[in-house]
């Protein structure tokens, strides 16, 4: 049977994922983490051998965790495959597949890898050694990979679901479940909550009134009517199981959903009973930390070293100074102690708890943010935040900022806590090894057999960053580069191994992907070129330096030929043309080094030359079939009027088929092991016709014309938001049509996305109109549309002279102008520190609720008269100067008021916030519209300048939209 849902896989996974079976060569060690936890928690079963496994061995592990699913049986002697593995998984520990395939779900959150995106292995069998490594990572991603305090928990099964929900709203005891889970209930007394003349109290109880104690406090928290009787024979946990069934609970903490973030990390607070809930069946997970309240956290996570205190608050104070986990101030120490824990703090004092080896650590990556201050006075600070960094337990904000004063939620630490015990895992080296085969051996050698002398690229596409506990060997085979491609996100880090290659062939960072050595050193490319201005062309040598390994040379006119010299030299011949010719070296990950050579043409000198190439024919249909290095098999049948058909067929039953036309048509059809099919015509005038047809129901197809204009039609279900097409790029020459069963979010995926790539819909008039709320995720432009609609992806960037690069608030100002909400002051001027007036920001918000706002005889008179008949504004005093408390009113009253139920007390101003916008600012706070000003106050009357009016909007859009 299914158990309780436990989580959605955290928002950053810190585990990749096992690879396809056919792949390894299983090392009996490389699962000894994942073995050695897992029996310690679940009391053995688990083996860390390369044998395939049966279901039936699976179903008897799950046997021994206490787990079960209806998936495997016991006498099945069938190979496991990954599929089954998954669903396996997928059904123990009830994972919200909404949908998809477990296979499909799990390696889109990087719990199991495959071949590539296209090819999941799904019949690939299974190991004892990889069934343990995709088990402990999926019970990493739900906080009990460390498992529980009291040991005879188990997390996933019922009993720990069922006990742990009573232990949230206080009806058991957590700790008592030890000793008397198995008595019966009749026989056994212990505290629990109880209703005393409205006033709920612990009482010991027993028995019955012990089973009506939780029938009482069940009803009034969850305001049911649970009927279930009393069964004096039933055991402690039988009874705790049978009326938590009857609840219709489904998760533990009502406040703590499955897919928050910091699902993991509350729950092994939790478990530990390091910090509790509320006893309601809340957490409070957004309610910010004080610095006494880390202090606590970090001395029961020790353990209360100091014994029963009388105060334990004063004892953990002691315990974490005299430890140098935080330091407090000599003077106004109190103060200081009440005040909220930002993120520095929390980073630094649990790593420095948790004994975190940061010997080779290396704080270049810190380099990466525009804003890294570190202001703790602790020693080695930067290497514990750089670590923090390395392990992906923090990251930077959207404006590449690390922003290290952000404060500290409850939900957040434990977070923090939780994944800084959980750390590296080392089991990942397998899988970066197994990559690199993959990538290598099977393209790169298939290649040489044919033409033992061709330079092959192939690449790497990181999907996380990559963590090395020991040295990777990439092996790159002779005339082969190997192209390590992060995607511009991800990088490899250096943790105790070193990235090597044995091999002579070479490799190369692609996509600002950096190499971070263990030494704490990035090597930095120096180039020097013979000659960088030519006349009549000629031959050029270049001289790169300052790299530890084979450098990588590449030339912006691929024509252009480079040879090794293999002594740090390339050399390359330029025609007689006058050209700017762009080089760029990089290495050892180090940014790529850029420079330029210039040619100009010698009128008195020419070149001539020629080629020529024949061809055979010949009477009957000619048919072959070979078979390829990695198993598939290629048959090619030749027809005598020159046209051909390849058919290749892979292990996995997925095939693709080139169909080459006497008239130069090609049409490749490939279909994956589901039965998707995507059919690709390629006509020798430059048109194509791309068709995907989907098992599912969606499906695209996509015209492009002989001038480049792309037409998309789409069909999407609705279990699957993003639209079925490749990857468009953002020009007014495309247009996309959008058929789906309701109006809904659709992704759509574009090639270089940014903060100002917007979509434009398309109306059956042919007017054009941008859709405001167009949000720019990875890789994708997220969009709300309705059926039928006809959108384009466009560049809609504007440059201001005011606004640089590095201004703090350049990517708010690029989202509201390029969606056209805000305007320039001028042309090419933004005024982003100029003061917002009330006139101003009507007019935003008229034109964000799609009001056209360019008419009228004063500029603002159509955001006025919206302004007046929405409620948004009384319409008076439009030349004044906008506050802070009056935005938060206006953005409050557009969402139509929406209820709140916190508070800004905490603020030392907050008293002076006016009483008609108090609700309006505990909102903006809340949804972090609005923050301090960073000396504790909110500053409500304070001037808001159009580059923070421009901020607030782009995250009220973002959470809104």
């Given amino acids: 049977m299914k158990k309780r849902i436990l989580s959605i896989i955290m928002t950053f996974v810190l585990l990749i994922g ?51 699913s209806d998936k495997v049986t016991n006498n099945s002697q069938t190979n496991l495959t990954r599929s089954k593995t998954c669903e396996v998984l997928a059904d123990v520990f009830d994972l919200p597949l909404n949908g998809k395939t477990a296979i499909t779900y799990l390696f889109e959150k990087n719990i199991i890898n495959g071949k590539s995106s296209g090819d ?25 990979g460390e498992g529980s305090s009291v040991d005879a928990l188990k997390p996933a099964t019922d009993e720990y679901f069922a006990w742990t929900y009573l ?245 957040v630490a434990g977070v923090l806590l939780y994944r800084t015990l959980i750390g590296v895992d080392t089991t990942k080296m397998q899988d970066y090894n197994e990559s690199i085969k993959y990538v290598v051996s099977p393209q790169t050698y298939g290649a040489l057999a044919v033409n033992p002398l061709a330079e092959n690229t192939v690449t790497l596409t990181l999907r996380e960053d990559w963590r090395l506990t020991s040295d990777l060997d990439l092996a790159i085979p002779e005339n082969t580069t190997l192209e390590i491609d992060g995607q511009n996100k991800y990088h490899i880090y250096e943790m105790g191994g070193t990235l090597k290659n044995s091999g002579s062939g070479s490799y190369k960072f692609i996509n600002n992907t950096i190499l971070y050595r263990n030494n704490g050193t990035n090597s930095a490319l120096e180039i020097t070129v013979s000659n960088t201005s030519l006349t009549g062309g000629g031959t050029i040598t270049l001289t790169v330096s300052g790299s530890t390994n084979k450098t990588y040379v590449i030339c912006d006119d691929t024509s252009i030929t480079l040879t090794n010299n293999n002594d740090n030299t390339w050399t390359a011949t330029l025609p007689n043309e006058t050209k700017t010719y762009t080089f760029i070296a990089s290495a050892d990950g180090c940014t790529d080094t850029i420079f330029i050579v210039n040619v ?60 080459n036309d006497k008239d130069g048509t090609v049409t490749t059809t490939t279909t994956d092991t589901n039965g998707n099919k995507t059919e690709v015509i390629e006509n020798n005038d430059g048109s194509s016709v791309t068709t995907v047809t989907n098992k599912d129901g969606s499906g695209s197809k996509t015209t492009v014309d002989t001038n480049g204009k792309v037409e998309i039609e789409a069909t999407i279900t609705e279990n699957n938001s993003t639209l079925p097409i490749a990857s468009v790029n953002t020009t007014s020459n495309n247009t996309i049509t959008v058929n789906m069963p309701s109006t809904s979010k659709v992704e759509i995926p574009v ?81 982003p520190n100029e003061p917002m007036t009330r006139a101003m920001i009507v007019t935003v918000l008229a034109r964000l609720n799609g009001v056209d706002t360019s008419t009228g005889d004063i500029w603002y008179e159509v955001g006025q008269k919206w302004a007046i008949e929405n409620g948004i504004s009384d319409g008076l005093n439009m030349n004044e100067t906008l506050t802070r408390e009056q935005l938060a009113v206006m953005l409050y009253r557009y969402l139509g008021s929406p209820a709140t139920s916190g508070d800004i007390s905490n603020f030392t101003d907050s008293e002076s916030v006016s009483s008609w916008a108090t609700y309006a600012m505990i909102w903006a706070v809340e949804n972090g519209l609005i ?31």
Avoid at 44 to 51: E, H, L, N, R, V
Avoid at 122 to 138: D, K, P
Avoid at 344 to 360: H, L
């Fill in 167 to 411: 232990a949230a709203r206080k009806c058991v005891p957590f700790n008592v479940y030890e000793n008397s889970a198995d008595t019966q209930i009749k026989d056994v007394s212990i505290s629990t909550i109880v209703n005393d003349n409205g006033s709920w109290t612990n009482q010991n109880k027993q028995g019955e009134d012990l089973w009506n104690a939780w029938i009482s406090r069940l009803n009034y928290l969850n305001n049911t009517d649970i009927s279930s009787s009393y069964n004096g024979d039933e055991t402690l946990i039988e009874a705790a199981k049978r009326i938590v069934k009857d609840s219709n609970a489904t998760q533990i903490f009502t406040d703590v959903s499955p897919s928050d973030f910091y699902y993991d990390g509350v729950m092994y607070l939790f478990d530990h009973q390091i910090i509790s809930g509320l006893g309601d069946g809340t957490f409070n997970p957004n309610v910010e930390t004080k610095r006494y309240e880390l202090a606590a956290l970090l001395y029961r996570y020790k353990g209360s070293p100091n014994g029963n205190n009388p105060d334990p608050l004063s004892a953990a104070k002691n315990y974490v100074t005299s430890n140098g986990y935080m330091i407090p101030p000599t003077e106004n120490a109190d103060d200081w102690w009440n005040e909220i824990t930002t993120r520095e703090e929390a980073i630094i004092g649990i790593m420095k708890a948790c004994d975190v080896d940061i010997s080779n650590v290396n704080t270049t990556i810190l380099d990466r943010f525009k804003n890294s201050t570190i202001t703790s006075t602790v020693q080695d600070a930067d290497k514990y935040v750089a670590y923090a960094v390395s392990i992906g337990l923090v990251n930077g904000t959207a404006d590449g900022s690390l922003d290290l004063s952000l404060s500290v939620t409850r939900g």
């Fill in 600 to 659: 100009t043409k010698n009128t008195d000198s020419g070149s001539s030359g020629g080629s020529s190439s024949g061809g055979s024919s010949s009477s009957g249909n000619k048919t072959e079939t070979t078979t390829n290095p990695d198993g598939s098999t290629t048959t090619t049948v030749t027809k005598p009027d020159g046209s051909k058909t390849e058919t290749t067929k892979y292990p996995d039953g997925s095939q693709e088929v080139i169909q």
């Fill in 120 to 144: 999941l292995d799904e019949n690939g069998t299974v190991t004892n050694a990889q069934f343990a490594v995709l088990t402990y990572r999926v019970l990493n991603s739900i906080g009990g």
């Fill in 751 to 831: 090639n270089n996305a940014d903060i100002n790539t917007v979509a434009v819909l398309v109306n059956a008039d042919g007017t054009e109109e941008i859709i405001k709320t167009s949000i720019t995720t990875e890789n994708c432009v997220s969009v709300t549309l309705n059926d039928g609609d006809t959108i384009k992806i466009i560049d809609n960037s504007k440059d201001f002279i005011d606004v640089s690069n590095n201004f703090w608030g350049v990517n708010a100002v690029g989202f509201v102008t390029s969606r056209e909400i805000f305007n320039g002051t001028s042309k090419n001027t933004f005024s």
């Fill in 931 to 961: 923050s301090g000003m960073g000396d504790d106050t909110l500053n409500p009357k304070g001037e808001a300048t159009r580059a923070q009016v421009a901020t607030i909007l782009y995250r009220f859009i973002s959470n809104y939209n």
């Fill in 18 to 68: 096992i690879l396809p079976s056919t792949a390894f060569a299983v090392q009996n060690d490389w699962a000894n983490q994942a073995v050695t936890t897992l029996n310690q928690i679940y009391g053995g079963g688990f083996s860390a051998d390369d044998t395939v496994m049966k279901e039936s061995d699976v179903y008897n592990i799950l046997k021994s965790m206490g787990c079960s």
